[in-house]
């Protein structure tokens, strides 16, 4: 597993797509953040604060990340080579297992250039430091957690199509509906006091919670629980190719 990890990681950084792939996150960010008029954006927002980093990232992983995992299982069906994989004494769970590791740092290192915005906020503050430092460690630990769970939804979605865009878009749909339209489902208050557990299926609860600077455990599990199925039904419908 830790060799195909490793084989996961040349093919992202060896062709330059993960290079493209940071650079491109970081300077949308930027862009937003520091130049662009929007409510984003620091210098109009007046105060030493990420957080509206912190709600613009989730939309930029949700089309980053299945860009990320559509050719980990897609492109191995597309080529053949999936079989080949089965030939080898390595277990199919080992298998979506190591892409899926591949896939979740790369989308951690997109995270890494903003530390850059981490300094810049703190040194901004008045006085210097004045900057809700738990509430930003903690939305940096909600976004490691999402990363991961969008990662397991690209793999799913990449398990499912041999076509590299069809599982590109069922990632995006799959990642949009987690994230955001479960959410919006709950808001027109259809249903009446199942809203609320409405609600807390989809991402968007769980992540919001560790923005605040707080990380309950429950949270964790749920997204822990998240990511199991997801690589589970991936580990069922690569078995189904074999």
């Known amino acids: 597993m830790f060799a195909l990890f490793k084989k996961e990681l040349w093919t992202y950084f060896g062709n330059w797509s993960a290079w493209l792939i940071i650079g491109a996150f970081s300077l949308i960010g930027t862009l937003f953040l520091f130049f662009f008029d929007n409510d984003s954006n620091i210098f109009e927002i007046g105060s030493a604060t ?3 980093y912190f709600v613009l990232v989730p939309w930029l992983l949700m089309f980053i990340i299945p860009a990320i995992a559509m050719k980990t299982l897609a492109e191995e069906q597309q080529s053949g080579t999936l079989h080949w994989l089965f030939s080898q004494p390595i277990k199919i769970s080992e298998i979506v297992l190591g892409k899926f590791l591949a896939v979740w740092l790369v989308g951690i290192l997109c995270l890494l250039p903003s530390l850059i915005y981490l300094y810049t906020v703190y040194v901004l503050g008045v006085p210097e430091g ?12 909600g976004l490691a957690i999402l990363i991961a769970a969008f990662s397991a939804v690209g793999i799913l979605a990449s398990s499912l199509s041999k076509n590299q865009i069809m599982a590109y878009l069922l990632g995006v749909f799959l990642s949009f509906f987690l994230y955001f ?30 923005t605040r600077g707080l990380i309950d455990t429950r ?6 629980l998240v990511i199991g199925i997801c690589l589970f039904l991936a580990k069922i419908f690569v078995e189904k190719k074999k």
Do not use: P, R, V, W
């Open 50 to 52: 990420l957080q509206s």
């Open 130 to 141: 004045n900057i809700d430092l738990g509430a930003t460690f903690g939305s940096y630990f």
């Open 181 to 210: 339209g479960i959410e919006q489902l709950a808001s027109y208050k259809l249903l009446g006091g199942a809203d609320y557990i409405l609600s807390n299926i989809g991402f968007y609860q769980h992540f919001l919670t560790f």
């Open 219 to 224: 949270d964790i599990f749920y997204f822990l």
